[in-house]
């Protein structure tokens, strides 16, 4: 793939550079509902439901079956991972931990969250998920880069992640916790402190779905992270669309100023992937790249 857009004919409004704010023109992105799914643990936004879906069963089956039902899917619970991939050479730079389990009542990531949601076992399914990303990553050894691992909002409140006990202790230098709002981070007291506490560990932190319009960003700033993730909303069709390229380049400038890496989340074709590394987003996610798989190891060559 070669480069044939002039980086200076894209539009350079935007917020001061240095303020640490990020301020996004979206006039053809909307906002996705908070239950869309893409804020689950694990949610693959690539293959994410769209937006405004149906309430899954575990909202509307009866609580003694459903504890049943989440009971068997803790008991299947399993990790696929997606590739992240960095600059032409779509080097491995990385991948995110996805859940699944084997489950006819809760057989997606959103079903299997909601139903944590009602029962109040948001904190077990939240450590279940660092235990097993923690087993596969030792297993599979140094070699392949980074992990990034979804927190639930409740998640920051539990302290056994900040325990030198925790699973993703000994890894944490490979950890990127990435920050996700299925549920508001406004009911998490001193948010703000407890990602900072995590940082001076050694864990990095990652903002998810930067553009889709949430609440999330009013409570961080770019001092707060060390990489932030495109919403699929701002990926989707970007070669299309003149405004939403100006503000991809925004946010990429902004970030470039602070140090901050930024990945393109759902990347699907080919124009995408060529349209995000012309603006500057070297760190690349999506179904072009690969699918989730159980396997952690060396890529294929890329469709």
């Not at 925790?166 to 703000?192: A, M």
């Amino acid at each position: 793939m070669t480069s044939g857009r002039d980086r200076d004919s894209v539009p350079q409004d935007g917020p001061a550079p240095g303020s640490g704010e990020v301020v996004v023109s979206q006039p053809e992105v909307q906002e996705p509902s908070t239950e869309s799914g893409w804020f689950a643990i694990g949610t693959d936004p690539s293959s994410g439901p769209a937006r405004g879906r149906a309430p899954s069963r575990a909202a509307t089956v009866p609580l003694d079956e459903l504890e049943i039902g989440f009971e068997r899917a803790m008991a299947a619970l399993h990790l696929v991972f997606q590739p992240i991939v960095e600059g032409r050479a779509l080097k491995l730079f990385g991948y995110e931990a996805l859940v699944r389990s084997d489950s006819d009542l809760l057989p997606d990531p959103c079903s299997l969250l909601d139903a944590a949601e009602r029962l109040h076992r948001v904190e077990r399914l939240g450590r279940a998920i660092r235990r097993r990303v923690a087993d596969d990553f030792t297993q599979a050894g140094g070699t392949i880069g980074l992990v990034f691992v979804n927190l639930h909002a409740l998640d920051l409140a539990d302290r056994s992640l900040s325990s030198h006990y925790s699973p993703l202790w000994k890894l944490r230098d490979r950890v990127v916790l990435e920050i996700t709002e299925r549920t508001s981070l406004e009911g998490v007291v001193d948010v703000r402190y407890r990602v900072a506490a995590l940082r001076e560990m050694g864990y990095r932190i990652a903002i998810d779905d930067l553009g889709a319009g949430h609440s999330r960003m009013n409570r961080f700033t770019l001092l707060d992270t060390d990489f932030v993730k495109l919403d699929m909303s701002l990926v989707r069709d970007l070669p299309k669309h003149r405004e939403r390229q100006r503000a991809v380049w925004n946010i990429i400038s902004m970030c470039r100023d602070q140090g901050i890496r930024v990945v393109g989340e759902g990347v699907e074709t080919v124009d995408e992937c060529e349209t995000l590394l012309e603006l500057g987003c070297e760190l690349l996610q999506g179904f072009l790249i690969a699918r989730p798989s159980r396997q952690l190891g060396p890529l294929g060559r890329p469709r």
